[in-house]
């Protein structure tokens, strides 16, 4: 089975959306298609997008919405310690815990709307690929394009 990590865009479009792609790798990982790869630096982070006025009131989340959402990744997903050092994007070091996780959760992939991640295109072997493109990775067959 595929061991994922998304990174905070993915999960939160996916959550906000009832469409499109990230949507679609969520469902996939709902029906245990894939193995998605936490840790807490990724959960804060999660956690504090959730909250932006931009998208709670926009979205109508509430608190408890936002708890479930947490919930499921903290009870779901292969948490990772977050301990390893690894400095590989200077440019925003906020997005090694992506990263991180990956290495320490032994990912095969790192999902990313993010081009400091994805100008990467891997780290040590872990591939780092756009929401579309992952969608593509788990549904080779279907050649529709997914944008």
Excluded: C
Excluded at 10 to 18: C, F, K, L, Q, R
Excluded at 27 to 42: A, D, F, N, R, T
């Amino acid at each position: 089975m595929l061991r994922v990590v998304l990174d905070t865009n993915v999960i939160v479009s996916g959550v906000i959306a009832d469409q499109g792609v990230p949507f679609q790798i969520l469902k996939s990982w709902e029906k245990g298609e894939l193995v998605v790869i936490v840790s807490e630096p990724i959960l804060q982070e999660v956690d504090q997008v959730l909250r932006y006025p931009r998208i709670k009131d926009k979205r109508h989340l509430t608190e408890r919405d936002i708890r479930n959402v947490l919930r499921s990744l903290r009870r779901n997903g292969l948490s990772t310690p977050a301990e390893t050092g690894i400095e590989a994007i200077p440019e925003d070091p906020e997005d090694n815990k992506f990263i991180i996780a990956a290495v320490e959760g032994e990912a095969d992939y790192i999902v990313s709307g993010n081009s400091h991640l994805r100008d990467l295109k891997s780290y040590r072997g872990i591939k780092i690929v756009s929401p579309s493109e992952f969608v593509w990775i788990l549904n080779p067959k279907d050649e529709r394009r997914r944008d």
